[in-house]
C-alpha cells in the first residue's frame, strides 16, 4: 500500500436521523502517517460520522474507504485496518485488564501465545504492565482511556480514530493521551482522526476538518486555514468559520 492512498477518504456521505440531518455531504481525507484533527461542537456529526466509519451505522448516502478498502463492500478488509476509541467507556470493567484485551485478540483472530506477548507489549507501551491482572474498574479514567487504545492498537491497524478520547479528563491526562498517540504517527506511521471540540488540542501543523451541523466548513493544515480565514488563531479561525460559535479550551 503506497502513500498515494489515503487511509481514510470520506466522499459526498450524507445520514438523517428521521426528518434532520445530521451529515449532509461530508468529504474528508486522512493522509497516511498524520495527525488529523476532526473539530466541531457537540452535535455536530461527529459521532455519526464515526459510527458510519466503524459500520455501526449502514452508509446509504456517500461512501467510505479505509486504506482504499470501501466499508460496504469490504468491511473485513477495513475494519482489519482500523482501530477504534469511542467516546464512551467499553472496557468491560468485571474482566481484567489483560482479560479485556485477550478477548479484542480473540475477535481478530490472535489467539494463544501472540495474544498474550502483544497485549503484554502494548501495556507496556502505555505503562499499565503492572495493572494487568487488576479489574479495570479499578482503573482512573484515565487509564482506562490508555487501556483502549492500547486495545485499539492490538491488531496492528494502519488508522486509528478517535471520538472525543480526552473528554471527561483531568489535563495531565489529556497530555499524556495527545503526546502518546502523535507518538504513535511520528514513530510508527499510524494514521489518526482525532474527534474533539477542544481546541487547544490541535497543533498548527496538524491536518484540521471543522464540521459544523452536519456540513465541512474547511479542511487543510491548521495553519494554512488560520491564514484564509484571516484569523488571529485557530480559536478565531473557529470562530469566524461557524460564525460566532465558540469551543471550550483544554482547561475549561
Known amino acids: 500500500m503506497t502513500l498515494a492512498v489515503a487511509a ?3 466522499e459526498g456521505v450524507s445520514h438523517s436521523y428521521g426528518p434532520r440531518k445530521a451529515l449532509q455531504d461530508v468529504s474528508l481525507t486522512v ?3 498524520r495527525f488529523t484533527a476532526l473539530l466541531g461542537l457537540n452535535g455536530a456529526g461527529k459521532t455519526t460520522l464515526f459510527s458510519l466509519i466503524t459500520r455501526l451505522f449502514h452508509t446509504r448516502h456517500g461512501s467510505i474507504r479505509v486504506l482504499g478498502h470501501p466499508v460496504d463492500r469490504e468491511p473485513g478488509e477495513a475494519l482489519r485496518r482500523l482501530g477504534v ?3 464512551a467507556r467499553t472496557l468491560d470493567l468485571d474482566l481484567s485488564v489483560r482479560e479485556n484485551l ?3 485478540a480473540a475477535l481478530h483472530g490472535i489467539g494463544g501465545r501472540a495474544a498474550r506477548q502483544q497485549a503484554e507489549a502494548a501495556l507496556q507501551e502505555v505503562g499499565l504492565a503492572e ?3 487488576d ?5 482512573s479514567g484515565g487509564q ?6 492500547a486495545r485499539a492498537l492490538l491488531h496492528r491497524p494502519r488508522l486509528l480514530v478517535l471520538d472525543e478520547p480526552t473528554v471527561g479528563l483531568d489535563v495531565a491526562s489529556r497530555t499524556a493521551i495527545r503526546r502518546h498517540v502523535r507518538g504513535l504517527v511520528r514513530d510508527r506511521g499510524v494514521a489518526v482522526l482525532w474527534a474533539t471540540h477542544l481546541l487547544d488540542e490541535v497543533e498548527a501543523t496538524d491536518s484540521i476538518v471543522v464540521l459544523h451541523q452536519g456540513r465541512v466548513l474547511a479542511a487543510g493544515e491548521a495553519g494554512c486555514v488560520v491564514a484564509e480565514s484571516r484569523a488571529a488563531d485557530i480559536h478565531d479561525a473557529f470562530e469566524r468559520l461557524t460564525g460566532g460559535a465558540t469551543e471550550a479550551s483544554e482547561t475549561a
Open 8 to 10: 481514510l477518504a470520506v
Open 31 to 33: 493522509p497516511q502517517a
Open 85 to 87: 476509541v469511542f467516546q
Open 102 to 104: 485477550l478477548y479484542h
Open 131 to 133: 495493572r494487568a491482572r
Open 135 to 139: 479489574p479495570a474498574r479499578r482503573l
Open 144 to 149: 482506562m482511556r490508555r487501556v483502549e487504545i
